[in-house]
């Protein structure tokens, strides 16, 4: 079954900190993998999108890697703000579906304390 | 307009109730998805139309369901004989066929069925 799991489920930080949050996914064969930003009581945005020959993409302070071979993303978020608080969500598209059915994580929870 | 519209924003009804919420998306995007998203979860694919044609379908989207896009350009989503198990946010999302693939999310709706 092809699923995508978030870790850690929820983080709080003092502002002006970094923080790394962690997706695996099973899904094969894989396409493409995004990470969105999630506000609450609101639709998601997208932060980056990561094909399999990209291992690394910058969205200003946010940072995404990508290891196709490990299967496993990491979103890093340098210098944070009040802002950034919000639910971000690791989504993953198999080939077959590449314009069609998305599968989401279960998002991390990040709190940004001043 | 510049985004993916969705109406209504809120809507509470009575178990049993039937109710449609509609999705006007970024006028140039042709493929159309409808997802759920229930309390702590990341969303989940229920289905996406290319044009009007509706091209796949969650197995969540059980017969009291339907979803339409009539002419290719807004959708509607009717649950008929709502429960209360049918509460959550419906979140509606549009792309344009290229490479990307990048989904733009509208705001959602919150369905409360009491």
């Known amino acids: 079954k092809n699923q995508v799991e978030q870790s850690p489920q929820s983080l709080i930080i003092l502002e002006g900190k970094n923080c790394t949050l962690q997706c695996n996914y099973t899904v094969s064969p894989f396409s493409n993998l995004r990470w969105y930003k999630q506000d609450t009581g609101r639709g998601p945005v997208s932060l980056t999108i990561?094909?399999?020959?990209?291992n690394t993409k910058s969205n200003g302070r946010y940072t995404a890697t990508l290891d196709a071979d490990t299967k496993q993303s990491s979103l890093h978020i340098t210098a944070s703000q009040l802002s950034d608080s919000a639910s971000y969500i690791c989504v993953v598209s198999d080939f077959y579906n590449q314009g069609g059915k998305l599968i989401f994580g279960q998002g991390t929870e990040l709190s940004v304390k001043p | 307009d510049t985004g993916v519209s969705q109406d209504p924003r809120h809507k509470i009804t009575k178990r049993g109730q039937n109710v449609t919420f509609r999705c006007d998306p970024i006028?140039?995007?042709?493929?159309l998805y409808w997802y759920r998203q229930t309390l702590g979860q990341g969303p989940e694919f229920l289905t996406y139309f290319q044009n009007e044609a509706q091209l796949e379908k969650s197995r969540l989207l059980s017969d009291r369901f339907s979803a339409e896009r009539p002419k290719g350009s807004f959708s509607t989503l009717e649950i008929q004989r709502t429960e209360q198990g049918d509460s959550a946010m419906y979140l509606c999302a549009s792309s344009s066929a290229g490479t990307s693939y990048e989904q733009y999310f509208g705001p959602g709706t919150r369905l409360t069925v009491t």
């Open positions: 006028s140039e995007h042709n493929r």
């Open positions: 990561m094909t399999f020959s990209e």
